[in-house]
């Protein structure tokens, strides 16, 4: 159902539908109709589909939106900011946070890190967020090389720890400095499920 709601899909259907409405007012001698709808329709079923072509939908949203909302609104902002840009459609990209992990030099043009999903925590009492990648072509000793600089990278006073999983996954862990990370089960359910 989310597939149907992205705007690429409902200008793509709004195209279609006035390009239908078009071609039958059309065949019916509806001259008034069918201009219009047909001269209006086919450019944005056109656009509509040049939108689906590059369209990159949202990492999967793993915590419910109303869950941790006081604070996700306490915590640093830039934490919410980041949340907000990875669970939102996005065009002309190859991966959500493109162009921060191409600056963190954790980036393959060919085979691009892919963020998978995306959970909100709670870390004894602290706002954080835990991201899901699959590595693809960067292997996980570079992410690990980058850990401090992952660290500064997304908010002052922040902490990046790095959990690999199975295969080439991994879970980025983004708490405030001095939170423990040591225990894997937040408030939040399942920090690091495998």
Known sequence: MNDLLSPGSLVTIAGG???VVGAVAYGTGAANLSLPTIFYGIPILLGGLALKSSELPPAKRV???AQFKGERQAATPELGKLLGDVTR???GQKAHLESSLESLKLWDEDNPPQLL?????MQSGHYGLRLRFACE???LEIWQERRDRLS???A???EATIKPLSGDRLDLLLLPVGVSTSDQQGESGEVANG
Do not use: M, S
Not at 117 to 121: D, F, L
């Open 152 to 154: 500064r990278f997304f």
């Open 17 to 19: 539908v006035l390009t």
């Open 137 to 139: 072509a960067v292997p």
């Open 89 to 91: 459609w996005r065009y």
């Open 156 to 158: 002052k006073g922040l």
């Open 63 to 65: 915590t419910p939106k």
């Open 117 to 121: 999903e995306i959970e909100e925590i």
